[in-house]
């Protein structure tokens, strides 16, 4: 299913987002909550990735980057 890119280890906080920015580095950025806007996002931790076209990359429950293969539909004729 999915491939472990890069060993983090990152200890998340509760009400942030986490992903992968286009630099490929580690960012988060506060939620959206209850009519509150959410917050700008900072960089907190550089992996410096390069990124695959056709993979979909995400942080996992362990605080690592991981990848998975997307999913395509055929088009239509």
Do not use: C, H, N, W
């Not at 280890?9 to 580095?25: A, M, P, V």
Request: proline residues 1%.
């Amino acid at each position: 299913m999915a491939d472990k890119v890069q060993k983090v280890g990152l200890q998340r906080e509760k009400g942030y987002l986490y992903y992968l920015d286009k630099q490929g580095d580690i960012s988060k950025a506060k939620m959206a909550r209850g009519g509150k806007k959410g917050g700008k996002p900072s960089k907190v931790e550089k992996t410096g990735i390069t990124r695959e076209e056709g993979y979909l990359y995400f942080i996992d429950k362990q605080g690592d980057v991981s990848r998975a293969k997307m999913a395509r539909r055929k088009k239509k004729k």
